[in-house]
Each structure stands twice: as C-alpha cells, then as structure tokens.
C-alpha cells in the first residue's frame, strides 16, 4: 500500500510540475526529468534530510583542487555543480549539462543568488557541447540510471573526449537494491517505480570497455548509492 501511493505521488510530479522556460529540452533517449520546482524536494525526502552529505561526498571523491576545470553532467539544479564551483575556487571553472531546460533554469538561479559564475547549458551526455580536453573532472550524479546502455557507451565515451589526459570522472549512482523497504523505497523514487536493470556495479565493466584506467568502486557509500572513479589515461593520443 505504501508503495503504490509513492507511485501515485511521483505520478502526480511527473504531470503537474513542469517549471515554464524560454528553451527547448534537448533530444536524447534518456529520461528526462522536467520538474525541476520539487526536484530538490524528492531528492531531500529520498536521502532522509541528508542531501548536503551526498553532495559533499560527491565533490570530495573527484578529488577537485583549486584552479580546476569540472564538468557536471546531468546536472539537475545545480547541487552538486555549485559545491563543485566552490571547490575549484574564483580561478577555477565549472559548468554542468542537463536536457531539461527547467532544470538548468533553476540552476542558474542559484547560481547567480550565490554569485557564482558557472556555465549552464541545455544539453545532453550522448554529444557533449565542449571541444575535447576541456576538463580536468567530470561527475555525474544519479543519471547513469536514466540511460539505456547504448547511451551509457556512447555517454562514457563523450566524457573521456572532453576530459583531459590524466582526467578524473567520478559517478555516483545506485547499488542494486536489496529486500529492505529503504532500498525499496529508494529505487522507487529514482526509477519513478520501474525496475531497476543498472546498478553502480555495472560501471567498471563499461569504463573499462570505454578506455578508462585506474578504475575504482569506492568503499565509501551513502544508504544505497555508491561511487566509482576512474581516470583518463595520462599518456594518450587521442
């Protein structure tokens, strides 16, 4: 009973909350989430209150430094593109992608209340707006999920064209989830009650396939989201 009325509440968001803005939603055969105006909420109510922590811990696993350049792809509202600002300091540059244009909207809303300079774009992982070699860093924060894994592939390798050589991609993203009824819980507010066919597990397989190195599920975790990091390597052509 507990879950088919978050199912029904989930439905109701998907239908009612669309945030008015002047851009067209990017074209990708992901999901695209649109309602931006309780995005933050959901996440918060999914992460009982704690979202600040998964987004530190986010941000301290791609192991930033100041004067860095850091792409966020999928970035939703900006929760882990702004903290991310913040780490690579006024020096350093940061910008985050996401195809919903409410949802870049809202994250550059917040980023000019805090008086950030962050590039926010309307765009999509499968065909990344940037020339290769741009970035030191990439993350990418429970989207990985919302991909079929073709686009996964053609996602991966998208990144490690704009990384640059010695670059670091850190993915934060859902374990496969277990019998309890947070786990449950949990992959029903992410997988807006569909099941689950992709867990964090999965990645090192596929970044390896996409010719990344040094490729790491980390032991630390937040409920049942989890992290991988890997990098570009250092020596490379192309």
């Not at 309602?35 to 109510?45: K, Q, T």
Request: positive net charge; glycine residues 10%; proline residues 5%.
């Amino acid at each position: 009973m507990g879950e088919r009325i978050l199912l029904l509440f989930i439905k109701e968001m998907k239908m009612h909350t669309h945030t008015h803005s002047p851009e067209s939603p990017a074209q990708t055969e992901g999901r695209l989430i649109r309602w931006a105006s309780f995005y933050d909420l959901s996440v918060n109510i999914m992460t009982l209150g704690r979202v600040r922590r998964l987004r530190t811990l986010t941000v301290d696993h791609t192991l930033l430094k100041a004067g860095e350049s850091v792409l966020d792809v999928g970035c939703g509202t900006g929760g882990v593109t702004i903290p991310a600002k913040h780490q690579v300091g006024k020096n350093g540059r940061a910008a985050g992608i996401d195809p919903a244009p409410e949802m870049i909207a809202v994250a550059r809303r917040k980023a000019s209340r805090a008086g950030l300079e962050i590039d926010f774009r309307v765009g999509v992982i499968e065909s990344l707006p940037f020339p290769d070699r741009t970035f030191d860093a990439v993350t990418s924060s429970l989207m990985m999920h919302h991909l079929p894994e073709h686009v996964r592939v053609k996602g991966l390798a998208e990144i490690r064209r704009v990384l640059k050589p010695g670059g670091r991609l850190l993915i934060a993203d859902m374990m496969r989830p277990g019998p309890s009824f947070l786990k449950r819980f949990t992959s029903l507010v992410l997988h807006h009650g569909q099941g689950m066919r992709f867990g964090i597990e999965d990645l090192p397989g596929l970044l390896q396939e996409a010719g990344f190195e040094e490729i790491k599920q980390l032991e630390d975790r937040f409920m049942i989201i989890g992290f991988v990091r890997a990098t570009k390597p250092a020596a490379i052509i192309a």
